[in-house]
């Protein structure tokens, strides 16, 4: 069962577009999580929201925790190649008793000079 | 550098064949996690350590799997007989029991002939 559901799968855009992922679940997450992927490489931490509303901002990065703590955001401002990547979201589902991460589909990034 | 390491990074083996993976987390970290992840998915939680106790075990962690923690600090990964569809991503991560935030190592990629 996929809690996590993020959109698009794919975005391809140029460099300079602003944009937008999602990350939806019908599940209360006691906290939430992004992270970005290179190929061959591990997941790279961003950011972490914990209180519903959350909205934190990692330079032209900008994340919201949904006010009942079931999605999130992921918006770029004028997006540049080294952005491009795998955004993954990840959070601690209340029900699970412990800290796992539960991870969505993940929302493969090109960004194009 | 003292983020979460992994050795090593690739493993090719053939069918049959025991494989060992360590993971090295960060050295104040008290739990550590493995996850596997498959081509084009996000990773999928297998089984997690406060200090030297496993506390948890994914399904996905069938008998030919083990993981030890032995003194608290570095884990290993077995897999014996493997099989073709072992064949993933392997990665490790690391958290302090009083923060929910994971960082991940850079992973293991075995692939299986």
């Known amino acids: 069962t996929q809690l996590l559901e993020q959109s698009p799968q794919f975005l391809s855009i140029q460099e300079g577009e602003n944009l937008t992922v999602y990350c939806n679940s019908s599940?209360?997450?006691?906290?939430l999580q992004w992270y970005r992927q290179e190929p061959g490489e591990g997941p790279v931490l961003l950011v972490t929201v914990v209180t519903g509303g959350e909205v934190k901002k990692l330079k032209r990065l900008t994340f919201q925790f949904g006010d009942a703590r079931k999605d999130s955001s992921l918006h770029i401002t004028a997006a540049q190649p080294g952005d491009t990547g795998l955004y993954l979201c990840?959070?601690?589902?209340?029900?699970?008793?412990?800290?796992?991460?539960?991870f969505g589909t993940g929302t493969r990034l090109l960004v194009s000079p | 550098d003292t983020g979460v390491s992994q050795d090593p990074r690739h493993k090719i083996t053939k069918r049959g064949q025991n494989v060992t993976f360590r993971c090295d987390p960060i050295?104040?970290?008290?739990?550590l996690y493995w996850y596997r992840q498959t081509l084009g998915q996000g990773p999928e939680f297998l089984t997690y350590?406060?200090?030297?106790?496993?506390?948890?075990k994914s399904r996905l962690l069938s008998d030919r799997f083990s993981a030890e923690r032995p003194k608290g600090s570095f884990s290993t990964l077995e897999i014996q007989r493997t099989e073709q569809g072992d064949s993933a991503m392997y990665l490790c991560?690391?958290?302090?029991?009083?923060?929910?935030?994971?960082?991940f190592g850079p992973g293991t990629r075995l692939t299986v002939l």
């Open positions: 599940s209360v997450f006691s906290s």
């Open positions: 991560a690391s958290s302090l029991a009083t923060l929910n935030e994971q960082f």
């Open positions: 350590f406060q200090n030297e106790a496993q506390l948890e």
């Open positions: 050295s104040e970290h008290n739990r």
């Open positions: 990840a959070g601690v589902n209340v029900n699970t008793g412990f800290q796992k991460l539960v």
